[in-house]
């Protein structure tokens, strides 16, 4: 049976309490719950949690954590992704974080080459983070020949997520579609066959509040189904097609 899927949230970041309660509504409401790591200690904490409540998992680097990693740090959780391979989908979240002038954009450019090369030796997909470095993430991607990528919470213009089609990658649909103008306009862009959705929990409520979970996944899809003038249940499908072929 098909289910919706959650592609990129941070469930983790609850409280061991609390996770229970989130867990059984998205069961109830047929959510697949897919948990990213961005720094060594979140790395092992998803890991832990999948172990416990059975969802899947990303290990990535976030882009602002690593410049405050030595090298040595960055190598060694590269290593630990490596090895972790079997248990985890893809690699993410990973990427570049220009929102801030710190100075050392050359560094985050480093390690993403790193973490791009490494998601290609272990064949799995990057869940890419772009903030106000849309144009140049899409640019090292394409030096370093990356082909199974998706696009997390992209708000670069619209010519570049033409080339974000075009290159064949995808792109997610947070749940604040719900009144966001740029990803509505995306859905449109974007073949579904290109097309995930996610809710960056706890981030991105779709009516504006705070703790945003899993099952509100389900917002993201009913707007890919107005927009696209498909079924809710075909949008489902498709998506979950479009999740096999890329991370099965």
Not at 85 to 107: A, P, Y
Request: aromatic letters at 8%; glycine letters at 6%; charged letters at 35%.
């Amino acid at each position: 049976m098909t289910k919706y899927i959650d592609l990129h949230g941070h469930t983790d970041f609850y409280k061991d309490d609390e996770i229970p309660a989130i867990v059984k509504d998205a069961n109830e409401k047929n959510v697949l719950i897919v948990d990213s790591g961005a720094h060594p200690h979140m790395n092992k904490r998803v890991l832990e949690l999948a172990d416990k409540y059975g969802w899947k998992v990303t290990l990535g680097l976030y882009p602002i954590d690593v410049l405050k990693m030595d090298d040595n740090e960055i190598d060694k959780e590269i290593d630990f992704i490596r090895k972790n391979k079997s248990k985890i989908i893809g690699i993410g979240e990973v990427g570049l974080d220009f929102k801030e002038d710190l100075h050392n954009w050359n560094k985050q450019k480093e390690v993403f080459r790193k973490v791009i090369r490494l998601a290609k030796e272990i064949d799995k997909p990057l869940i890419i983070h772009s903030r106000k470095a849309e144009k140049e993430a899409i640019e090292i991607l394409e030096e370093e020949k990356a082909e199974k990528v998706v696009m997390h919470c992209f708000s670069g213009g619209f010519k570049l997520i033409e080339k974000i089609v075009a290159n064949g990658w995808s792109m997610t649909i947070p749940t604040n579609v719900t009144f966001s103008e740029h990803f509505q306009k995306a859905i449109g862009m974007v073949p579904i066959e290109q097309l995930f959705c996610e809710t960056d929990s706890p981030y991105l409520h779709p009516r504006k509040e705070r703790n945003n979970v899993p099952s509100n996944v389900i917002e993201s899809y009913k707007k890919v189904a107005e927009i696209k003038g498909l079924e809710l249940n075909d949008v489902r499908d498709r998506i979950w097609v479009n999740f096999e072929k890329l991370f099965g």
